[in-house]
RNA sequence: GCGAUCGUAGCUCAAUCGGUUAGAGCACUGGUUUGUGGUACCAGGGGUUGCGGGUUCGAGUCCCGUCGAUCGCCCCA
């Protein structure tokens, strides 16, 4: 019925309406939020040369190694669609010499692709916001990072998800702790599911959350990050989490939660969620220090989260109708006043509804689907007549209301029904 | 890549045990009515039941294949 080549790719849709208006608000509550703690906007490219990610992510990881969308060019380079930000961020970081600008606070939002199969929450062409701090080697830069992403959430009127945080400590802490790990679980190889049995190989530390009843046993008896940790790498695990205190974000400790890509060192963090099915994770991050000067930069210690936009948007809360006020014109006659008045309006900035076609009785259904708060009557010779018909909280928010519409139309005679004196 | 479930009008769905011409709401088009808080009335267009094959007197319904979707595994935002 449908020709195939009109169908959308598998794991890419498309948004109208409702769907979105609800990516855009998730957007804009994470510009709002981003403007309040001084980030700036960063714009990177979709597409990068293939290495910039298989090297940064980690060969072995399962992005690089099955999920990338990677093709030639005509010049027959290997380019790939981005899978995540933070690898092209650090690129154009080290390729433009943003160090002379440290500390920087960027933030950016956009779409990521990676070749997996589509389920709940999670899609072929995703949507991420994105915050990093590029060359602040504080806790405090964590904290804010995490405030940021606990902000924005409380703006969604998003709940029941849990900050859970953990460190992977520094390289040394890193190294001594998955070689233990590697021996602890080595010691059981016989026990562990398939999966594991090869993660083992390819990737010890994601044995940590498989979902296999076996291997969670032996999880419960793995070693703790705790006992590898430096000094140092200890002492600015604290620091963070008495700063998450004393910025009133709550967190529980996930003393075995890893990350996907292996350029995470230190603060490693996920806001959680049972309400998305299998695909749990909102937001996820952590520092990742070595990461820049490892791509051929200076060194420059940094933190980053990103967040999922159509999983914020799964869990948002339902968005407030906006302000939306419909010009109807009475009769034919009126039209060419009524079309004056909608542009009055607009330039006065009020959101305006003003039909192409219809006779009143067609203009009052199209602006009611439209979702119009107000309705302004215009009839040639006579006063315009306010209708306020939204569901608004009290009578101070209409007055409030009818009152800006009547300063944007200062000279016009204005009628006001529906609403108190 | 693997598994489970599901594909009927633009959308959401109905159709008894396999049985006559596959229905309804919404949307769309035309008209009637109506001085006003999404809600009146009449009519109309719109379908090779995803696609291909099979079983049967007869298939939207059963079987096989294929494509697609959803959910899960893997992995992740």
Redesign the pocket.
Known sequence: ?KP?KL?AV??MQDLVGEAAARFERVVDAFREVGRRFGFRRVEVPVVEFTAVFARTLGET???VAK?MYTFDDRGGESLTLRP?FTAGICRAFVANGWAQHVPMKLMTHGPLF?Y????????RQ?H?VDAEVIGAAEPQADVELLALADMLLAELGIGGVTLQLNTLGDAASRAAWREALVAHFAAHRDALSD?SRR?LETNPL?IL????EADRALVAEAPVIDSFLTSEAGAFFEAVQRGLAAAGVAFVRAPRLV???DYYRHTAF?FVTDRL????????GGRYDGLIEAMGGPPTPAVGW???I??LMALSAEPPPEPLLAVIP?TAEAEPAAARVALQLRRAGIATDFAFRG???RR??LA??A?ATD?L?V?PGEAL?L??????PDESAQRARAAALRAALPEAQLLV??APA
């Open positions: 019925m195939p169908q598998r794991g990881t399962d992005v999920e995540e990676r997996e199969r589509p389920q709940k929450g999670r899609y995703f991420q999966d993660r994601r959350d498989s979902k296999d990350r996907g890509f996920e099915g299998a695909q749990g994770t909102v937001i996820g990103a967040g999922g159509e999983r009475e006779n009143q009785k009052r259904e009611a689907r979702g309705l009557f009839r007549e209708n306020l018909v939204g569901d608004y029904r529906g």
